[in-house]
C-alpha cells in the first residue's frame, strides 16, 4: 500500500489518494483558502440550496486587530473562540498568538442575474493539535454590528476546505 502523505512527515511523498498539504505558516494558508474558497463556497450554496455563486474572492488579509488582555470586547472574543474550538483538553489552543485573524471578502451574485453584493468576512482560526480549525466567524453589512456566521454557508466551507488539508487525522501515522 502506497504511502499517505502526513502533516507531520512532509517528507513522505503523496499518495495518489490525497496530494493536497496544508501551508505550514498563516500567511500562505489564508492564500491557499483564498485560492479554493471560490469553489467550496459556490458548492456550500448548492447543498444547501441557496441560489447564489461566488463571482470573486479577494485576496486575503492576516493583519489583526487588537484582541488584547483588558479589552472588554477582545476578552470576549476569546472567551467565546476558546469555548468553540476547545471543547476539551485533547483540542486546546495550541499557542497565545490565537486566533489568527483572516479578513476576506466576496462578490456574490444570485444564480442567473448580472447584480453582485460585495461581501467581507472575518475569520478566526486556531491551530490545535489536530491541525487548523475555524473558531468563528463574522460578517458586518454597512454600520451595522458584526454578525457571528459561525455556523453559516461561509464557515461550513472554511472548515470543509480545513478539513480536506489541514486535519492530521485524516492521514495514516
Not at 447564489?52 to 472574543?77: M, N, R
Request: hydrophobic share 40%; with cysteine; net charge positive.
Amino acid at each position: 500500500m502506497p504511502a499517505i502523505a502526513s502533516a507531520d512527515n512532509p517528507n513522505r511523498p503523496p499518495s495518489y489518494i490525497n496530494k493536497r498539504v496544508c501551508p505550514s505558516n498563516f500567511p500562505d494558508l489564508s492564500k491557499a483558502i483564498a485560492k479554493d474558497l471560490q469553489g467550496y463556497l459556490t458548492r456550500t450554496y448548492t447543498r444547501l440550496g441557496f441560489k447564489s455563486q461566488v463571482v470573486a474572492v479577494g485576496a486575503p488579509e492576516v493583519e489583526p486587530l487588537s484582541l488584547a488582555a483588558g479589552d472588554s470586547q477582545g476578552d470576549a472574543y476569546r472567551r467565546a473562540i476558546a469555548a468553540n474550538s476547545a471543547p476539551d483538553a485533547s483540542k486546546a489552543i495550541a499557542t497565545a498568538d490565537d486566533p489568527k485573524q483572516l479578513f476576506i471578502s466576496l462578490l456574490e451574485r444570485p444564480a442567473g442575474k448580472l447584480d453582485t453584493t460585495k461581501k467581507a468576512y472575518w475569520l478566526f482560526l486556531t491551530n490545535t493539535r489536530r491541525g487548523w480549525r475555524l473558531a468563528m466567524a463574522f460578517t458586518r453589512i454597512g454600520n451595522s454590528p458584526p454578525q457571528d456566521v459561525s455556523d453559516g454557508a461561509i464557515a461550513d466551507a472554511v472548515r470543509t476546505w480545513l478539513r480536506d488539508y489541514c486535519d492530521r487525522n485524516t492521514f495514516l501515522p
